[in-house]
């Protein structure tokens, strides 16, 4: 039998869906079909509008090996597992001749745990297990909630959290699920033969395509155990978030609230000289933390390092204790000890990680009006975790609308660990810095020879060290995008401002925030570096336009952008979430603001180690760390404006820098190839005018 083509394949997977094919999509198919024959690794930028989605499945599914998809997105795993793969296996069925399986795998914590659920979850002032059943006011959220889950257990087939719906709040989910280090174990559970985060393995292990998320493809990474099933492929979807949700799942945290916790958990389960020293270290950080100041500790303070050392020590001689002794008075004692050893081990871990010392660790000091004083430890950089853990034994396809930065991909490649992209026509990784004419090469010895030899010695000598490399092979792909972004959007930059400072308000901004909306007719969704300024906007706004103005906090997130897609006339204002997770196409959303360029805060102490440790090495701190982090923020704010193919809209950015500082052109270069302008003028006109063309389409 003929082995069917790619393009008809793709052709089928699209009209299944409903779709349009694109160029862009059809390029990207072909590229990863090879990435995936060659063994080798794809970076590719696909715009929205693209069908990135069918562009990576469909080659990974007529290839016929395993492979995991991992994004970084709820929404964006439902859209794969309940529409694209659903319909895109029918569709390739005849043309296959098999139907590949499916499945869906997160975190245990995500599924219902049917021991807690029946047994109780162990309580740290008790002996034993707690009934949260009998104790939970029935008439109260967390009893309804509680018995609503109850009752769901009897329905689920898949135990998944975002399958009950409506959804209920993390402490009634808490009181149902435990995390991979509190679980027993199917062979020691007695309901390890229904358990729901056991039989999504079992599907994982069986189905072609496993969607997971970025975390759970991190923790298999990092932990060295093997979480999701062996695989052949690996794609990523939404790239351009892999760095943040691997750094989060490696950092450590303390508080003396998850100290007390730990120490009340474990203290009744082992010996009364153990449980002292354990508690007298705990009430010693304790003390230290309520004195401790915001900020990195570069060093770690004397006081606090022989605090964490006898925390450390303590907490060892109970993770001892706790192997070695039982007591069989104690309700479902291996539950309740469990729980204890994953708390008391967290202790243990973070504290003599930060007592350790690592060059390649970042330690810091963060305190909150709400939950108080927490020491926090995080990896400078993750990039030579991910060369080692992601990039060997597969082909790795990573993809987002946003992965090519200042024009190229090598920013967001170095933050993945991989070299700079090779020169066309050479094999290996990185491009080798070529010599001054006449020159020698830098670090080496004096060319060959001149000329036609010298050249010939210097391409030998390249080929040589691209055949010696064994940095991951990788090359990068921009497909582009469906959109005429020059024809579709307008980038404005108020180069007329005062540039913003640290603190203060600014009135001019809120002045030319207010003249926009109003020429806009409302439809506006604000981007606002920090949740004070997005108030002081909208608290501005509320008073001087007569249009409704929705500030994200004031409602769930879901409920605003609802609001905010059914009603032309509202704005919606808010911070981080807004910048990359609205998705309104239409007139409804034609003026997308950005008050400043969202460069990470200058007492940031993650960021602004990684910046020094740049400049150490000889770099630019500043162009490799705050200016690629606001640029992925503002390639992403600004791709919230076009949607679709009729959308039409302006993206204004009220801060003067970006059209007068150096850096300017390098944010510019990552954004929408929208048509540029200062001019505060035309700007307005061009609102107006898109402004009346919605009302006339509406009317």
């Given at each position: 039998?003929t082995?069917?083509?790619?393009?008809d394949?793709?052709?089928?997977a699209?009209?299944?869906?409903?779709?349009?094919?694109?160029?862009?999509?059809?390029?990207?198919?072909?590229?990863?079909?090879?990435?995936?024959?060659?063994d080798?690794?794809?970076?590719?930028?696909?715009?929205?509008?693209?069908g990135?989605?069918?562009?990576?499945?469909?080659?990974?599914?007529?290839?016929?090996?395993?492979?995991?998809?991992?994004?970084?997105?709820?929404?964006?795993?439902?859209?794969?597992?309940?529409?694209d793969?659903?319909?895109?296996?029918?569709?390739?069925?005849?043309?296959?001749?098999?139907?590949?399986?499916?499945?869906?795998?997160?975190?245990?914590?995500?599924y219902?745990?049917?021991?807690?659920?029946?047994?109780?979850?162990?309580?740290?002032?008790?002996?034993?297990?707690?009934?949260?059943?009998?104790?939970?006011?029935?008439?109260?959220?967390?009893?309804?909630?509680?018995?609503?889950m109850?009752?769901?257990?009897?329905?689920?087939?898949?135990?998944?959290?975002?399958?009950?719906?409506?959804g209920?709040?993390?402490?009634?989910?808490?009181?149902?699920?435990?995390?991979?280090?509190?679980?027993?174990?199917?062979?020691?559970?007695?309901?390890?033969?229904?358990?729901f985060?056991?039989?999504?393995?079992?599907?994982?292990?069986?189905?072609?395509v496993?969607?997971?998320?970025?975390?759970?493809?991190?923790?298999?990474?990092?932990?060295?155990?093997?979480?999701?099933?062996?695989?052949?492929?690996?794609?990523?979807?939404?790239?351009?978030?892999?760095?943040?949700?691997?750094?989060?799942v490696?950092?450590?945290?303390?508080?003396?609230?998850?100290?007390?916790?730990?120490?009340?958990?474990?203290?009744?389960?082992?010996?009364?000289?153990?449980?002292?020293a354990?508690?007298?270290?705990?009430?010693?950080?304790?003390?230290?933390?309520?004195?401790?100041?915001?900020?990195?500790?570069?060093?770690?303070?004397?006081?606090?390092?022989?605090?964490?050392?006898?925390?450390?020590?303590?907490?060892?001689?109970?993770?001892?204790?706790?192997?070695?002794?039982?007591?069989?008075?104690?309700?479902?004692?291996?539950?309740?000890r469990?729980?204890?050893?994953?708390?008391?081990?967290?202790?243990?871990?973070?504290?003599?990680?930060?007592?350790?010392?690592?060059?390649?660790?970042?330690?810091?000091?963060?305190?909150?009006?709400?939950?108080?004083?927490?020491?926090?430890?995080?990896?400078?950089?993750?990039?030579?975790?991910?060369?080692?853990?992601?990039?060997?034994?597969?082909?790795?396809?990573?993809?987002?609308?946003?992965?090519?930065?200042?024009?190229?991909?090598?920013?967001?490649?170095?933050?993945?660990?991989?070299?700079?992209?090779?020169?066309?026509?050479?094999?290996?990784?990185?491009?080798?810095a070529?010599?001054?004419?006449?020159?020698?090469?830098?670090?080496?010895?004096?060319?060959?020879?001149?000329?036609?030899?010298?050249?010939?010695?210097?391409d030998?000598?390249?080929?040589?060290?691209?055949?010696?490399?064994?940095?991951?092979?990788?090359?990068?792909?921009?497909v582009?995008?469906?959109?005429?972004?020059?024809?579709?959007?307008?980038?404005?930059v108020?180069?007329?401002?005062?540039?913003?400072?640290?603190e203060?308000?600014?009135?001019?901004?809120?002045?030319?925030?207010?003249?926009?909306?109003?020429?806009?007719?409302g439809?506006?969704?604000?981007?606002?570096?920090?949740?004070?300024?997005?108030?002081a906007?909208?608290?501005?706004?509320?008073?001087?336009?007569?249009?409704p103005?929705?500030?994200?906090?004031?409602?769930?997130?879901?409920e605003?952008?609802?609001?905010?897609?059914?009603?032309a006339?509202?704005?919606?204002?808010?911070?981080?979430?807004?910048?990359?997770?609205?998705?309104?196409?239409?007139?409804?959303?034609?003026?997308?603001?950005?008050?400043r360029?969202?460069?990470?805060?200058?007492?940031?102490?993650?960021?602004?180690a990684?910046?020094?440790?740049?400049?150490?090495?000889?770099?630019?701190?500043?162009?490799?760390?705050?200016?690629?982090?606001?640029?992925?923020?503002?390639?992403?704010?600004?791709?919230?404006?076009?949607?679709?193919?009729?959308?039409?809209?302006?993206?204004?950015?009220?801060?003067?820098?970006?059209?007068?500082?150096?850096?300017?052109?390098?944010?510019?270069?990552?954004?929408?190839?929208?048509?540029?302008?200062?001019?505060r003028?035309?700007?307005?006109?061009?609102?107006?005018?898109?402004?009346?063309?919605?009302?006339t389409?509406?009317?």
């Amino acid at each position: 039998m003929t082995k069917p083509s790619l393009p008809d394949l793709l052709h089928a997977a699209v009209t299944a869906v409903g779709g349009t094919e694109r160029p862009g999509q059809v390029t990207m198919a072909e590229a990863v079909a090879e990435a995936i024959d060659d063994d080798s690794h794809l970076l590719v930028q696909a715009g929205t509008g693209t069908g990135k989605s069918l562009g990576y499945l469909v080659p990974a599914l007529a290839h016929g090996e395993r492979v995991v998809v991992a994004t970084a997105t709820l929404a964006l795993q439902r859209q794969l597992v309940e529409r694209d793969l659903p319909r895109t296996v029918e569709a390739l069925h005849p043309l296959l001749r098999r139907r590949p399986e499916f499945a869906m795998l997160k975190g245990r914590s995500n599924y219902l745990c049917l021991h807690r659920l029946h047994e109780g979850a162990p309580q740290d002032e008790e002996d034993g297990l707690f009934d949260v059943f009998e104790s939970a006011a029935p008439t109260s959220r967390l009893g309804k909630d509680l018995l609503r889950m109850r009752d769901w257990a009897d329905e689920t087939e898949t135990g998944d959290r975002d399958d009950l719906t409506p959804g209920v709040s993390d402490r009634a989910w808490a009181q149902v699920s435990v995390s991979s280090r509190e679980c027993l174990g199917a062979s020691k559970c007695a309901y390890g033969a229904e358990c729901f985060a056991e039989a999504a393995r079992e599907r994982a292990k069986l189905a072609e395509v496993v969607v997971t998320n970025h975390a759970l493809l991190a923790i298999d990474a990092i932990e060295g155990a093997p979480v999701l099933p062996s695989h052949e492929v690996l794609v990523i979807d939404e790239a351009h978030e892999l760095v943040s949700r691997v750094t989060g799942v490696a950092t450590g945290e303390l508080t003396p609230g998850s100290v007390n916790r730990a120490v009340r958990r474990a203290a009744k389960l082992v010996n009364e000289k153990a449980a002292d020293a354990l508690q007298t270290a705990a009430e010693s950080f304790e003390r230290l933390m309520e004195l401790a100041l915001p900020g990195r500790l570069e060093e770690i303070p004397e006081d606090l390092a022989y605090a964490l050392m006898a925390l450390r020590d303590a907490s060892r001689t109970v993770i001892t204790a706790l192997g070695n002794t039982r007591d069989k008075s104690l309700q479902d004692e291996d539950a309740v000890r469990k729980q204890a050893l994953a708390s008391i081990e967290n202790v243990h871990g973070v504290a003599e990680r930060i007592v350790a010392g690592s060059e390649y660790d970042v330690v810091w000091c963060e305190r909150h009006d709400r939950f108080g004083a927490s020491l926090r430890v995080a990896p400078l950089s993750v990039s030579g975790l991910l060369r080692e853990k992601l990039f060997t034994d597969r082909a790795v396809v990573l993809t987002s609308a946003t992965l090519k930065l200042g024009g190229d991909f090598n920013g967001v490649a170095a933050s993945l660990g991989l070299p700079p992209e090779a020169a066309p026509g050479r094999p290996g990784g990185a491009e080798r810095a070529r010599p001054e004419p006449g020159g020698p090469e830098p670090g080496g010895p004096e060319p060959a020879g001149s000329g036609a030899d010298g050249a010939e010695a210097e391409d030998a000598q390249a080929d040589r060290a691209a055949e010696e490399d064994t940095s991951p092979r990788w090359k990068g792909l921009d497909v582009g995008s469906p959109f005429d972004y020059r024809k579709q959007g307008i980038l404005y930059v108020a180069r007329h401002l005062a540039q913003p400072g640290r603190e203060g308000s600014r009135t001019d901004m809120l002045d030319e925030l207010a003249e926009l909306v109003e020429a806009a007719g409302g439809r506006t969704l604000g981007l606002f570096s920090s949740m004070r300024g997005a108030q002081a906007a909208a608290e501005a706004l509320r008073g001087r336009l007569d249009l409704p103005i929705l500030l994200q906090g004031e409602e769930t997130l879901g409920e605003l952008i609802r609001s905010f897609s059914g009603d032309a006339r509202t704005c919606l204002f808010g911070t981080l979430s807004l910048w990359q997770g609205v998705d309104v196409p239409g007139a409804n959303c034609q003026l997308v603001v950005m008050d400043r360029i969202p460069f990470p805060r200058p007492d940031d102490p993650l960021m602004s180690a990684r910046q020094k440790a740049v400049e150490e090495g000889g770099g630019n701190g500043f162009m490799a760390v705050a200016a690629t982090h606001a640029a992925l923020l503002m390639a992403q704010g600004a791709g919230r404006l076009v949607r679709a193919s009729g959308d039409r809209g302006v993206v204004a950015v009220l801060d003067p820098r970006l059209a007068t500082a150096r850096y300017g052109s390098f944010l510019r270069a990552s954004m929408p190839n929208f048509w540029y302008t200062t001019d505060r003028n035309q700007v307005r006109r061009s609102l107006a005018a898109i402004d009346a063309a919605a009302r006339t389409a509406e009317s």
